[in-house]
């Protein structure tokens, strides 16, 4: 199938139009008529080799939002028209100990990613969402309930599953004291699932500008990072802290903020690796964890969960010819909250 999109063709170039193959429906296969598609700043990484050797021509995206144009002989999960969404990763080995146990984003021989990857097959390029057509196995593919209006709902494949996962694996609850670091792509969905699930919410950003839109989504406090001391009357008092900023910091300080047994999560990948004081640690019998992404079923759940409480990303919708200084301005986190690409532009 003839597909039109942006691409990369050399490490550290700019995204131009490009034209290519998607592969005829396997039996399980869905096709997708593609009408919007996030921006993740791990495109803009990837894109320009920032995070080890990339594959090219690279077609990006992996927030991909639209509706169902063709089904393989073997689809009972999707019929034609259905609104459905793509994640990070479209495929994986299915016969692993985490793939059968429902995690197969970590799948132990390598989740297949939704590009810069090669397919199972190991000879196909996985060329990603910036496209107007898209094709994935119907069992890494989700339901998109239909109050939600598409274009919102796009990052949700990535950053809204990001930070619903973990909020769901440390049990958030009502009554529960919730730091969210960070109100950019991550952060701002970190907050609206946080007050759904009856947290109480803090917000930290180095940016005082954000108190505004932070109480609008749902935070109940906001605390400016400027001069970090602030933090100093809070030690012990928060359950858990999603750390979603990529940005440099001396993680001890928010550390000392959890309660005994709680945990602090990164989401968010620093330029260099976090020094952690061994005492910091040891004051409360306090856990430093990590979390990507979701697998396909959490992901739906996730969805239905927006579906229910009429959660979405905000966003600025643009055109693929904005697409590169979409980027730009992604770097200098000029933008509120996420870019997503209308696919009938490219």
């Not at 858990?240 to 001396?250: R, T």
């Amino acid at each position: 199938m003839k597909a039109r999109g942006l691409a990369v063709l050399k490490a550290k170039e700019l995204l131009q139009p490009y034209e290519f193959e998607r592969r005829e429906l396997r039996p399980n296969d869905v096709a997708i008529d593609v009408a919007y598609t996030g921006i993740c700043h791990s495109d803009i990484h990837q894109a320009r080799e920032e995070w080890g050797p990339s594959i090219f021509p690279m077609v990006p995206g992996h927030e991909i939002a639209g509706t169902v144009s063709a089904i393989g002989s073997q689809v009972s999960k999707f019929a034609v028209g259905d609104r459905i969404g793509v994640g990070v990763y479209i495929d994986s080995c299915r016969t692993c100990e985490n793939c059968l146990g429902g995690l197969s984003q970590y799948c132990l021989n390598g989740m297949t990613a939704t590009y810069n990857g090669m397919e199972r097959d190991g000879t196909t390029i996985a060329n990603g969402g910036y496209s107007n057509i898209f094709v994935v196995d119907s069992d890494y593919a989700v339901h998109i309930p239909k109050n939600l209006p598409l274009q919102a709902v796009a990052p949700l494949l990535c950053a809204g599953i990001t930070l619903y996962s973990p909020l769901r694996k440390w049990g958030t609850k009502t009554g529960m004291k919730v730091g969210i670091m960070g109100l950019g792509g991550l952060g701002h969905m970190g907050v609206k699932f946080a007050k759904a699930m009856g947290a109480e919410v803090t917000v930290f950003s180095h940016s005082p500008s954000k108190e505004k839109d932070a109480l609008a989504m749902g935070a109940h406090h906001f605390v400016c990072t400027t001069d970090i001391t602030v933090l100093h009357s809070m030690r012990k008092k928060f359950d858990l802290i999603i750390n979603a900023v990529s940005a440099e910091l001396d993680i001890n300080e928010y550390l000392k903020l959890l309660k005994i047994d709680s945990t602090l999560v990164i989401v968010g990948i620093p330029g260099k690796p976090y020094a952690v004081e061994a005492g910091v640690m040891l004051d409360g019998r306090r856990n430093l964890a990590g979390s990507m992404i979701g697998a396909v079923s959490e992901l739906q759940e996730m969805m239905d969960f927006c579906g229910e409480h009429g959660i979405v990303s905000d966003v600025e919708v643009i055109n693929a010819d904005y697409a590169n200084e979409a980027y730009e301005r992604t770097i200098k986190s000029d933008v509120k909250y996420r870019f997503v690409i209308d696919a009938t532009s490219f």
